[in-house]
């Protein structure tokens, strides 16, 4: 067995590499067949026009939210400690918002006007502003990720005076954080607003919406980011972390999930209160119907109370492997609260005929296209990261920022002309 | 020691932010204005009144809607559905756009492919459309449509039920009934009345057989629709939303259909 081991080339890294390609690769033919044939080829209808592309999209908004709220936390409440960790953060914000992107591409009846919201205005839509400030909020990823980019080898051999000037990005860092700031605060609670302002849909049709989708955003994000951090440290040589950041950060995650919970469960009691036509019929979805086990296991139990047992109490925490358990059911309980929530609304139509107003049910299944075109971006996403890792050092808790280092020789220089 | 006009420091990135700032609003004001908020007042407005004691359910009016507008066999701008029984007769509500005057459609399109018309028509600009689908699901009363593929090939409404007036729409866009704006803007501007002159007027309220649909302008006391609106009591669907459709129903009387069913 061990002569057999030796005789065939067996590099983890390659096969890693190759079983990605493989699914970018399934991904981008059923892109191409999406294309060709339309959607027609989707289980979506119009009685489920929004499904598994939507919850993609969703969710790598939501799990790329640590970017926005690390960089708040490094450069506007002064915890320069955890710059490493915005770093990698920021990278992998970059990449989810291109996975949306991706996702939506697929997803939009004419791809080749996907350019509209840009030039011709509504400012009246939650979609609209989403996304505009995710366009823009994908500029700022990309002058944030400069330093990173520049310190790809490659570039900084053959072309030093582009990577030199891509360094000097860093400067932009703590404007570049209240922007970032801004524009994910818009875009991550007006996602729920798309479905918070639909009076249609009594499920979706209440404020709360906004709120918990930008709060689930910022524990996914975190959670997301430090668990990928200790992942990449346990399997490449090129990353290396400082522990003690990371569970110190685990720790704040375990708070915010307590804050989530408590709006969480209000959120669920107050619907339970009297009958609204449609809105009780979606509850009833979400705790007994179709959605009830991704519901009570996914978001609830797994999601939120598990992962916030075992963030808060120390021995758990401190033990990597129930950390990495707990950031991973955390960043899982963020994209199943997003699954359930676009389709419990559009699992419930309400009629509009005169008289007592009835409820009318539908089903979807992803299609095998929608299926394998979703699991080729998540692919393209990991691969990225794997690349990152790899030759950027996006997961390197001893790379210093250069930022600290001119801002003391500019504070010396001034001293001295002074 | 670098000099500092090599660095990018606040007043270059306040200079940048202005500057991209100021060109995304010169995007925004190169397109003609459209009107996406409060329904602006023409001189004509709009409206259907259905008498539900009239309609029979026979759905001449959605072929008609098909043939005139070009929709595909498997869309209906114009649904007919049974909704119930009184007295022995069977109740059938049809059910085109409701032309709403606080459309939930127009507020929620990223691009403003749903807009008003100043007659009150709420239209769709299919080349703006980019297929997102939001407005159907916005929409309380399931008026509209999505092409998941391309219609291709004769359309069996045609020629049985009328021409195409209006062009095919291709795949990926959203669709719905227009209150055949296209038959209005004609007829107005060869002098006729719509409601009134049959050219004018939406092909499903002419080819309605038993005259359940009257068609005309809320702004004209003596359009039928006015005379309808001021004579009998109507309702509008889903008032409780506040969306103030364009489309009035007469509640069915027993008194007034022929026969049993």
Redesign the interface.
């Given at each position: 067995m061990k002569r057999f081991l030796r005789l065939v080339p067996f590099d983890p890294w390659k096969i890693w590499l190759v079983a990605l390609g493989l699914m970018i690769v399934l991904g981008l033919a059923g892109g191409v067949l999406v294309f060709w044939k339309g959607l027609i080829i989707t289980n979506l209808s119009d009685w489920v026009p929004w499904g598994l592309w939507i919850t993609l999209d969703l969710s790598s908004i939501a799990l790329a939210a640590g970017a926005f709220s690390l960089c708040a936390g490094v450069h506007l409440f002064g915890l320069k400690r955890y710059q490493p960790l915005a770093r990698t953060a920021l990278f992998i914000g970059l990449i989810g918002y291109t996975m949306a992107l991706c996702a939506l591409l697929l997803d939009i009846g004419r791809p080749q006007n996907f350019w509209h919201p840009l030039v011709y205005w509504n400012p009246h839509s939650t979609l609209w502003e989403v996304t505009m400030c995710v366009c823009l909020y994908l500029l700022v990823l990309i002058l944030e990720n400069m330093p990173t980019l520049a310190s790809w080898s490659f570039l900084r051999e053959r072309f030093p005076k582009l990577s030199n000037l891509m360094k000097q990005a860093h400067h932009l860092a703590p404007f570049l954080a209240v922007v970032g700031l801004l524009l994910s605060s818009l875009h991550q609670s007006s996602l729920g607003a798309v479905y918070g302002v639909l009076k249609a849909r009594p499920i979706w049709f209440k404020p709360e919406l906004s709120v918990l989708f930008m709060l689930s955003a910022i524990i996914g994000g975190i959670s997301l980011t430090v668990l990928a951090s200790m992942i990449a440290a346990r399997l490449s040589r090129q990353a290396k972390v400082n522990d003690v950041l990371l569970e110190r950060t685990a720790h704040f995650v375990g708070y915010l999930l307590i804050a989530y919970f408590y709006f969480r469960a209000w959120d669920l009691l107050a619907t339970t209160y009297t009958y609204a036509p449609g809105r009780s019929e979606g509850l009833q979805i979400l705790t007994k119907g179709t959605l009830s086990f991704n519901f009570w296991f996914g978001e609830m139990i797994m999601g939120i109370l598990l992962p916030m047992i075992i963030l808060l109490y120390q021995p758990a925490r401190q033990n990597p492997f129930w950390r990495m358990v707990a950031l991973f059911l955390a960043a899982a309980g963020v994209v199943a609260y997003r699954w359930d929530t676009n389709l419990v609304g559009l699992m419930v139509v309400v009629s509009y005929l005169p008289g007592p107003i009835q409820i009318a049910y539908t089903t979807y299944h992803p299609a095998p296209v929608e299926w394998i075109t979703t699991l080729g971006i998540l692919a393209y996403g990991l691969l990225a990261f794997s690349l990152g890792v790899k030759y950027l050092r996006v997961v390197d808790h001893r790379w210093v920022t250069e930022e600290a280092k001119s801002l003391h020789v500019e504070a010396e220089e001034v001293a001295l002309s002074r | 020691m670098r000099g500092k006009s090599?660095?990018?420091?606040?007043r270059d990135?306040l200079k940048l932010?202005a500057v991209g700032g100021a060109t995304?609003v010169t995007?925004?004001y190169?397109?003609p204005a459209r009107a996406?908020?409060p329904t602006p007042q023409g001189k004509h407005q709009w409206a259907m009144v259905i008498d539900l004691s009239k309609c029979t359910g026979c759905g001449y009016c959605t072929l008609a809607c098909r043939a005139h507008n070009d929709v595909p066999p498997n869309i209906s701008w114009n649904e007919v559905?049974l909704?119930?029984e009184l007295d022995g007769h069977l109740i059938y509500?049809p059910?085109p756009c409701m032309h709403c005057a606080k459309a939930?459609c127009?507020?929620?399109?990223?691009?403003?492919?749903s807009y008003y018309r100043a007659d009150g028509i709420v239209m769709m600009d299919y080349d703006?459309?980019?297929?997102?689908?939001?407005c159907?699901?916005?929409?309380?009363?399931?008026a509209?449509?999505?092409?998941?593929?391309?219609f291709r090939g004769p359309n069996p409404a045609v020629p049985t039920w009328g021409q195409p007036e209006v062009e095919r729409r291709?795949?990926?866009?959203?669709e719905k009934c227009s209150f055949c704006y296209q038959r209005i803007d004609r007829g107005l501007a060869l002098g006729l009345t719509p409601g009134i002159d049959a050219d004018a007027t939406p092909a499903c309220v002419v080819a309605c057989p038993t005259k359940a649909r009257l068609f005309g302008d809320l702004n004209d006391p003596d359009s039928p629709v006015s005379k309808a609106l001021r004579e009998q009591p109507t309702?509008r669907?889903?008032e409780d939303?506040?969306t103030q459709p364009r489309v009035y129903?007469i509640?069915p009387q027993p008194e007034k259909m022929e026969g049993g069913s």
């Open positions: - | 090599n660095r990018i420091g606040r990135v932010m995304l995007l925004r190169l397109q996406t908020a559905s909704v119930g509500l059910r939930p127009v507020d929620v399109c990223p691009v403003g492919a703006r459309c980019i297929g997102c689908r939001y159907m699901i916005a929409c309380p009363y399931g509209r449509a999505f092409n998941w593929e391309a291709p795949r990926g866009v959203v309702y669907l889903r939303l506040g129903y509640p």
